[in-house]
């Protein structure tokens, strides 16, 4: 069993205060950002019914909870928003393999995907829901859409990047084009896919808060919408709030992919 120096032990005790020192901060600012939050609306500096207030949330979540439908709505939009990152992730790094492979391909589709990717997907919202239906399909398409573009520039962005000089090395050696991609081009790039994973964590939730703003009957994003029309601010506050751990824990997820994945590699 390997033996560590004092000097290598005192590091890492160092590392691990620090990162427990920097978790305990954001706690903290948490704490406060919502003790302040709570006292603001008490003594009314600002409206609470502008803004809400902490507890106010909490009510509202305890109702919802007791009309056993919050679940059903976290559940709706999570699942929405899974599939849709991986359609997008799968898709987009898909076709990114495809344009790499055909320099031809590349080179006639590179405006379309200039504009594309400056279109508001949000103008495709109309068609896509005539298209996929006024339900899951349009919501899970129109994620899709929001991402996808994204996700193939940057991966094909990535592969582009890679030094040609490698490449004719392998191509000098009997390489074919599947044995570049597969052995130098895709092991390369992994920094890049995983960068991908990370953007389409928030562009998927994105897209699908956007799509059941139009056509959802259940979902956080259709809470928002009716809190919204009734004049219900602490339900659109609480699904706001709920939304943000969904993404943050998602992310996470990506980020401990991550890590696993260098530990593999490195």
């Given at each position: 069993?390997?033996?560590?120096?004092?000097?290598?032990?005192?590091?890492?005790?160092?590392?691990?205060?620090?990162?427990?020192?920097?978790?305990?901060?954001?706690?903290?600012?948490?704490?406060?950002?919502?003790?302040?939050?709570?006292?603001?609306?008490?003594?009314?500096?600002?409206?609470?019914?502008?803004?809400?207030?902490?507890?106010?949330?909490?009510?509202?979540?305890?109702?919802?909870?007791?009309?056993?439908?919050?679940?059903?709505?976290?559940?709706?939009?999570?699942?929405?928003?899974?599939?849709?990152?991986?359609?997008?992730?799968?898709?987009?790094?898909?076709?990114?393999?495809?344009?790499?492979?055909?320099?031809?391909?590349?080179?006639?589709?590179?405006?379309?995907?200039?504009?594309?990717?400056?279109?508001?997907?949000?103008?495709?919202?109309?068609?896509?829901?005539?298209?996929?239906?006024?339900?899951?399909?349009?919501?899970?398409?129109?994620?899709?859409?929001?991402?996808?573009i994204v996700t193939i520039i940057n991966v094909l962005v990535g592969?582009?990047?890679?030094?040609?000089?490698?490449?004719?090395?392998?191509?000098?050696?009997?390489?074919?084009?599947?044995?570049?991609?597969?052995?130098?081009?895709?092991?390369?790039?992994?920094?890049?896919?995983?960068?991908?994973?990370?953007?389409?964590?928030?562009?998927?939730?994105?897209g699908v808060i956007m799509g059941e703003f139009l056509v959802a009957?259940?979902?956080?994003?259709?809470?928002?919408?009716?809190?919204?029309?009734?004049?219900?601010?602490?339900?659109?506050?609480?699904?706001?709030?709920?939304?943000?751990?969904?993404?943050?824990?998602?992310?996470?997820?990506?980020?401990?992919?991550?890590?696993?994945?260098?530990?593999?590699?490195?």
């Amino acid at each position: 069993m390997m033996e560590y120096s004092d000097e290598h032990k005192k590091y890492i005790q160092a590392v691990k205060k620090r990162k427990h020192k920097i978790i305990i901060v954001r706690i903290l600012i948490l704490i406060f950002f919502f003790a302040l939050w709570e006292i603001a609306g008490d003594l009314r500096w600002v409206d609470p019914f502008l803004t809400s207030t902490p507890s106010r949330m909490v009510t509202s979540l305890i109702k919802i909870f007791k009309e056993g439908t919050l679940f059903k709505h976290m559940g709706v939009t999570c699942l929405e928003t899974i599939l849709g990152f991986i359609f997008s992730t799968v898709l987009g790094t898909f076709i990114a393999i495809l344009l790499w492979w055909s320099d031809f391909a590349y080179k006639v589709l590179d405006p379309y995907l200039v504009v594309l990717n400056a279109l508001p997907k949000v103008a495709l919202a109309p068609i896509i829901i005539f298209w996929a239906g006024n339900g899951y399909g349009s919501i899970i398409v129109i994620a899709i859409l929001i991402s996808i573009i994204v996700t193939i520039i940057n991966v094909l962005v990535g592969f582009k990047s890679i030094d040609e000089d490698k490449i004719k090395l392998l191509q000098t050696f009997g390489g074919t084009k599947f044995q570049v991609l597969t052995n130098l081009i895709l092991p390369a790039s992994v920094p890049t896919l995983v960068s991908s994973l990370k953007i389409n964590v928030g562009l998927s939730w994105v897209g699908v808060i956007m799509g059941e703003f139009l056509v959802a009957k259940e979902g956080l994003g259709f809470l928002i919408i009716y809190g919204g029309q009734v004049s219900q601010l602490d339900m659109v506050m609480m699904s706001i709030i709920i939304l943000c751990i969904l993404a943050y824990a998602m992310y996470e997820v990506v980020a401990i992919f991550e890590k696993k994945l260098n530990k593999k590699i490195y």
